[in-house]
T-cell receptor
Framework: QQQVKQSPQSLIVQKGGISIINCAYENTAFDYFPWYQQFPGKGPALLIAIRPDVSEKKEGRFTISFNKSAKQFSLHIMDSQPGDSATYFC?????????FGGGTRLMVKP | DTEVTQTPKHLVMGMTNKKSLKCEQH?????MYWYKQKAKKPPELMFVYSYEKLSINESVPSRFSPECPNSSLLNLHLHALQPEDSALYLC????????????FGSGTQLSVL
């Protein structure tokens, strides 16, 4: 079965710090790697996404780093804020079929 | 309008009840999805509709019956559910099956007693 492994399961960061969440995938057919942010009682919302032809993508405080040879990608949240406290899911896609990682619960302490 | 609207937000039903979940989008998207999400777990794909036709059924039990009356609406009919079916049911849409960008609704929190 296709898998996307995400770590850590939970993360506590001080305000202003850097939050780093990692994902690893197995299927080399994946060609789309999004990150979703989910607040309690809400559906996931697309945060940022990358394709394997680039190694890094930055949008504001959020950066995806992608290592195609290692089949790994990560989300970096710079200057983390309490409002960033949420569950983050990585995913890997081929076509429109997404396989989600297990999720990371991020808590940013004031 | 970039919203996917789901109703109701919360639903409690008995195992013998029949109920329906509704989803609506007005983004002109032609692919719509049902996902199931258990607490502290990632969403799991249930069904995919493309141009109002069922494209994918991820081996979902027949007590869940999807329906796509038109390009803006998606329903999920529920009958004879089990307590283990209690979960957050998420609807999503994308421009079409070639576009991976999914827009999720806020979900229906379902409790089966």
């Amino acid at each position: 079965q296709q898998q996307v492994k995400q770590s850590p399961q939970s993360l506590i960061v001080q305000k202003g710090g850097i939050s780093i969440i990692n994902c690893a995938y197995e299927n080399t057919a994946f060609d789309y790697f999004p990150w979703y942010q989910q607040f309690p009682g809400k559906g996931p919302a697309l945060l940022i996404a990358i394709r394997p032809d680039v190694s890094e993508k930055k949008e504001g405080r959020f950066t995806i780093s992608f290592n195609k040879s290692a089949k790994q990608f990560s989300l970096h949240i710079m200057d983390s804020q309490p409002g960033d406290s949420a569950t983050y899911f990585c995913a890997a896609g081929a076509g429109n079929m997404l396989t989600f990682g297990g999720g990371t619960r991020l808590m940013v302490k004031p | 309008d970039t919203e996917v609207t789901q109703t109701p937000k919360h639903l409690v039903m008995g195992m013998t009840n029949k109920k329906s979940l509704k989803c609506e989008q007005h983004m002109g998207h032609r692919a719509m999805y049902w996902y199931k999400q258990k607490a502290k777990k990632p969403p799991e794909l249930m069904f995919v509709y493309s141009y109002e036709k069922l494209s994918i059924n991820e081996s979902v039990p027949s007590r869940f019956s999807p329906e796509c009356p038109n390009s803006s609406l998606l329903n999920l009919h529920l009958h004879a559910l089990q307590p283990e079916d209690s979960a957050l049911y998420l609807c999503a849409s994308s421009q079409d099956l070639t576009n991976e960008k999914l827009f999720f609704g806020s979900g229906t929190q379902l409790s089966v007693l």
